[in-house]
Each structure stands twice: as C-alpha cells, then as structure tokens.
C-alpha cells in the first residue's frame, strides 16, 4: 500500500518561505481553482495557504535555536478529518494515501476543520468550501511533466532541499530511509492520527577539529603563525595607508 | 472556539422542542394509567405544534452555517461514520414522529383504524409517541456526540456533553410545558413544574461537575509535542504571515478573559436560581405570565450557556497560533 508524503528536514529548513508562495501560485492556477487573498494590501489581510512556515524560538537567551517550521496537511494515516464529513466530501484515497476535499459535495460545515487537530483545513471564503494541501495531486501524476518534475510545488522550490517526498511505506524509498536513520518523528503522537508526514530533527552541529588541520601539511615553513602580510607600520604599496 | 450563533441556536431550540415533546408524552401515559388527569386532544395537539415549531426554527438555524446550504441533502450520506449525518437524519424523522403524534391527537385517531380495538383512550398516539420518545432521545445522544466524540476538544470528549445536552433540553421543554400547561391545563402545571425542577436541578450537578472538569483539565498536547521540539522553552516568533486567517478566526472565541468568566456567572444565574424562582412564584400565583418569563429568562441562559460550552473549548491548533506575524 503506497502513502505518498513530505518529509521535513527542520535542520536545513531556512523559513525563506519559497514553499508557501510556490504552493500559492500552482494551486491557485491549477485544478484546485483560485486560491482566496482579500485585502492583500489593506489592513487586515486574510487569505487561504496550504502551507505555513513558522518560526519559534527554543531554549533561553542567549542559548537560543530558531525552528522555521512548515507545516501543511500531514495526511493522516487515521484521519480525524474523513470519519467526521457528513457528506463524504472529505477523503482518504486508498491507492496513494492522500487526504481530499471533493469540493461538489461539501456544504462548508467546517467540522472537519474543528476535528483536524493540526489546523490545516482552512475554508474558502469565496466557494465556501473547504480546502487544504492535496500534495499537488494534479502535479505528481502529470505524465506529460518530465520525470523529476513530478513532484509537489512545494519540494520543487525549496532551495535548501529541505522538503523531501515519497512513498513512507516503501522501506527503500528516499523517506524511509531518512526518516529512519535521522529519527524522523510525527507531530501530535498522543491522538492516535499517524500523521504520513514526518519531521527530521535538529541536528547539533559540533567542529571536530583535527590538529592536522589547524597546521597546514602542505606549508613548507611549518609557520603558521607568521601572517604573509607586511607589518601595519610598513608603507603600502601606495605609501599613503597602512594596515 | 469561536461559537457560530446559528448553531447555539440549533441546539437549544431543538432541545427546547425535544423536552416539550417528551413532557406532552410523559403527561399522556401518566393520564392512561390514571395518574393525571386526562386532557382533550387538542391540548397535546397545540403542544405537538409548539413543539415542532420549535424543531422547525432549530433545523432553519442550523442551515446558516453552512456554506452552501443548497447541497445540506448531501449530509444524511455519512450515517455511519459521522454523528452530525445521524443528527441529519434523526432530526426530521422526529419531526415526522411530532407531526404524526400531534395529528393523531387532533383528529383523534385510535388503532382501530387499522383494525385493532383496545380499550385504551389514544392509543395510536401512545405507540407514534412512543416512536418519539426514542427519537427525541436519540437526537440528544447524536447533538452531544456531534461534540464528545472529537476527542483533542478535551472539554468536550466526555459523556458529560451528552448528559448536559439532554437535560438542558429536558429542563427548558419541561418548563415550556408548565406554562404551557399553566394556560391550556392547569391540572398538569404542578406535575410539569416538579419534574422540571427535578431535570434543572439534576442538570445544575452536571453541568457544574461539567465546570469542575475542565477547570481541572490538563491538555494533552503541548507546543512541544505540536512542533516535536523536547524543550522546556519554546516561544512561537512568528506564525508565517500578518494579519487574520480562518484559524485565527475560527478557533478563538475573541472575548477579554474577564468578560469571558463573567459569562459563566450570567448562565449559572440565569439558566437556574431565576427561572426557578419565577417558577415558583408561577405555580403559587397560578400564573402563565410569570411561568413564560421564566422559561424565557432559561433560554436566555441556555444561550449563553451554549456560547460558553462552545467558546471554553481550547483546540490544539491554537497552538500554532500564537503570534501575529
């Protein structure tokens, strides 16, 4: 059984925010219909997004870390959301995982958004309908984009390839393999959702130093300590400044 | 939360008409077995009228928090997994029960109509009622369920909501039915008045141990487990863009938290020690007048009540909301 989903790698993730307005544009133009934004320059700007990133401060100053954290539909492997839907508009495609809004057949109930734990459905104050991150379902199958191509808006331009996507249910699958050997875990564990999507942790960085390297093999002085500049108190070359 | 006043209104209204119809039939089997007074048909009639009028408003609410109500048919589709698509159906099939007891009281219909002669006075309506009855209980279970059963809402997820939601019903339509009974049987007005003192008192307890409960409750999801980060610090910077979204909207009630307690303190009062004084003074004076006011003050309170039980959810969600910009 396939479940396609994105993994997060949190210590690359920069919050540059490329994945949200790539998720804006291709969603609002392609199959899903525009995407609502009111007042994108007024004073109370409000609008629908698919993804989010943001950002929180972990530790206390000066000992802090900052966590850009994207967060989209994380297609629940137990979806709070599907059970709920009185319509059946809300649903879990069996053959690939996906969590889907059948927009013909909501009636804008919101209950769905009241049961999804993660706040990710968000309603479309335009079509009155509710909507939220497909995995650019309409993407992904496109055969007529190349190969490499079909993938999620949203992994295409992340610059720091901090987004990656695949089958979580194939164990040789790219995301299996990072979830596994980075300790990729899956937000809210205590409601029982399973969350498809997964998140890679922060890694401490620590710069092992071998003595080799602060003294160069290669430097036939073994001087390390004499800087190849001349003294500040000799003219330049210009005889006007000096170091 | 941030409650959608169409459904405070469902629910109370649907309650209301609920209690009213159980207490038409309660008083109809207590008169069978002689225990009450025996009332014409119309008097269960005009009162099967009030009651699905009652229901008739709750369902018309109900209709303005959809966003496209032209598809609401859809919503019976998910009966099996999805309270709200029983309620969807329980809901009219009650109003069907209503409309059928009442019918049969006014025309005065009895099971020989279909060729069954017993020697007891309404009975047709004793067996519609009786379908009803289960209904009408039914309907509370699936309006409480629509709430308990989303378990991170932990100040809804308990059969508490169930048991509130049923007796607020039966404690407003019980008292409906005593000033009803005030002004078309004055007979019944002592019996629909203790019972309902009976439902407001047993639904003070709940509803108060209800209070008790979520005052004490400890949420189970925290910032840490939201973003997955094990430290005992983490403050939320930024939450991705400036100003509102339907999540800032949605799922916060917006009230300064003072008026916010206070309103707890509004429905305690309103929804008990008033009603019931009004009630008392009613029944003593004989007077319909006071009996209406009571129930109106009730339902004042029940709709401040239900803003209450609605707006004191905390969802987990909030926990990514919690700095503009």
Known sequence: MTQLALVIDLNV?????????????????????????????????????????????????????????????????DP????????????????????????????????????????????DEHQKVMKKCTLCVDRIYDATLPEAERKPACVMACPTSARLFGDVHDPNSAVSIAISENGGYALMPEWGTKPANHYLPRRKTRIRIHPDELVRADNPLKKEGVQPKPDFREPSLDDVTSW | MNPAFSVIFLTTLIGTGQGLFLALYTAQAY????????????????????????????????FFHLGHPERAWRS??????????????????????????????????????????????GDLALVIGAGGVALAFLLFLCTGMIYACIKFLQEWATWLTVVNYTLFGLASGFLLATAYAAWRAPALMYFYGGWTVVATLAVLVTRVVSLIRNRRLKHKSTIQTAIGVRHARIV??????????????????????????????????LVFPVPLALLFAGMIRNSPVLIAAAFVVQYLGLLAERWFFFAQANHPQNLYYQTIS
């Not at chain 1, 994945?19 to 007024?42: F, H, I, L």
């Not at chain 1, 409000?46 to 994380?74: A, D, I, Y």
């Not at chain 2, 409309?99 to 069954?116: F, K, P, Q, R």
């Open chain 2, 236 to 269: 939320q910077k930024s939450q991705g863009f400036m100003g509102g979204s339907f999540n800032t909207r949605d799922f916060f009630h917006g009230v300064a938290p003072r008026l916010f307690r206070s309103i707890k303190w509004i429905f305690l009062v």
């Open chain 2, 31 to 62: 008169s069978t077995v002689a225990l009450l007074p025996a009332q014409p048909g119309s008097f269960y009639a005009v009162g099967s009228a009030i009651a699905l009028a009652l229901l008739i408003a709750g369902l018309i609410a109900s």
């Open chain 2, 76 to 121: 019976a589709a998910r009966w099996r997994t999805s309270w709200l698509s029983r309620e969807v159906i329980v809901l009219p099939a009650l109003m069907g029960a209503v409309a059928a007891y009442g019918l049969v009281h006014y025309y005065g219909w009895g099971l020989g109509l279909i060729g069954i002669n017993t020697p007891v006075e």
């Open chain 1, 80 to 123: 709070p959301c599907v059970p709920v839907c009185p319509t059946g508009a809300s649903y879990k495609r069996p053959e690939d995982g996906i969590v889907l809004v059948d927009y013909d057949k909501c009636i804008g109930c919101k209950y769905c958004a009241w049961a999804c734990p993660y706040g990710v459905r968000e309603i």
């Open chain 1, 13 to 77: 993730c920069v919050g540059c925010h490329a994945c949200v307005t790539s998720c804006k544009e291709w969603n609002t133009s392609g199959a899903a219909g525009y995407m609502s934004d009111d007042r994108p320059y007024g004073e109370d700007p409000t609008g629908n997004f698919f993804n989010r990133v943001q950002t929180f401060e972990v530790g206390e100053f000066p000992n802090t870390e900052t966590v850009h954290f994207p967060k989209s539909c994380l297609h629940c492997e």
